[in-house]
Nanobody, 124 residues
Framework: QVQVVESGGGSVQAGGSLRLSCRVS????????IGWFRQAPGKERQAVAC????????DYVDSVKGRFTISHDNAKNINYLQLNSLKPGDSAMYYCAARDGLYCSLSPAPYTYWGQGTQVTVSS
């Protein structure tokens, strides 16, 4: 089993920054990829970014490219999502997810383990 716990959310003004953390514990050897997703009220869950455990495969959804950066600390089993130049449209509950598998997926379907989410609110 794998446990996933997010932290680091909060309220910021437009243009501000936040760093989200995702701590992965348990059978971490089975985790090859970490993905971040977000969901605003009344909207579907959408991808934000994904990364391989060795950080040799990274992908972002177009709307966050150049503003968000995903990284992973294997020694600590913590994944980070740096959010810069935040916009009100980035407001959502942000979820971290983990999976085994062979590719970095921006679809939520392949991910097995999910955290409870951390709220990001950006005011104009």
């Amino acid at each position: 089993q794998v446990q996933v716990v997010e932290s680091g959310g909060g309220s910021v003004q437009a243009g501000g920054s936040l760093r989200l953390s995702c701590r992965v514990s348990g059978d971490t050897d089975s985790v090859n990829y970490i993905g971040w997703f977000r969901q605003a009220p009344g909207k579907e869950r959408q991808a934000v970014a994904c990364i391989s455990r060795e950080m040799d495969s990274i992908d972002y959804v177009d709307s966050v490219k150049g503003r968000f950066t995903i990284s992973h600390d294997n020694a600590k089993n913590i994944n980070y999502l740096q959010l810069n130049s935040l916009k009100p449209g980035d407001s959502a509950m942000y979820y971290c997810a983990a999976r085994d598998g062979l590719y970095c997926s921006l679809s939520p379907a392949p991910y097995t383990y999910w955290g409870q989410g951390t709220q990001v609110t950006v005011s104009s």
